[in-house]
């Protein structure tokens, strides 16, 4: 009986956890193109942000709501999408966010009394409060979250244009990212 409230506190703390997610989704929002991590010719990143578009001798990017205009002559190389680390902290978050919800809603404690000849009764207790589920579920959580996003990083493709400030580099690289 109590495994099946266990199971049914489970089921409703994900059912709430799915519908909840499905009316964040609901939002319209803004067609952000491709992401760009730009580097200056020393291989620093100097920025990165969504591509908006190419000129004679610029490159736009919006980052945080705002139009970034790039010099070509600033610009080494610029790699497509984001880094590896992104997926696994993403994957990480997620993953322990979700499984500390899970844990906390189905751990359960009880106490229980034994009786002991010559010594009376003893009482003790078994099973995890909520707070020390929810901290074993974001542990684990954590742990396969980031597992996941390390994963899923090596499905990425990337890729990285050389620039080296020449404008040509920068058409054709124009070029194949609107192909």
């Not at 609901?26 to 010719?41: A, H």
């Amino acid at each position: 009986m109590k495994t099946i409230k266990k199971q049914l506190k489970a089921m409703v703390v994900l059912f709430i956890l799915a519908i909840s997610l499905n009316m964040a989704a609901q939002k319209e929002t803004e067609n952000m193109g491709l992401f760009l991590r730009i580097y200056n010719m020393e291989g620093k990143k100097i920025n990165k942000g969504h591509f908006r578009f190419i000129n004679d001798s610029i490159l736009g990017i919006r980052r945080y709501k705002k139009l970034v205009q790039v010099h070509v002559r600033d610009i080494g190389k610029i790699k497509t999408k984001r880094s590896a680390g992104n997926n696994v902290l993403v994957g990480s978050l997620v993953g322990g966010a979700t499984l500390s919800i899970v844990g906390a809603a189905t751990s359960e404690q009880k106490t229980e009394t034994r009786y002991f000849p010559y010594l009376g009764p003893y009482e003790y207790t078994t099973g995890n409060t909520p707070g020390e589920g929810a901290a074993e579920g974001a542990f684990a959580g954590i742990l396969g979250g980031a597992l996941v996003g390390l994963g899923t990083s090596m499905f990425k493709n990337s890729k990285s244009y050389q620039i080296a400030g020449d404008i040509n580099n920068l058409k054709s690289f124009g070029k194949a990212i609107s192909e």
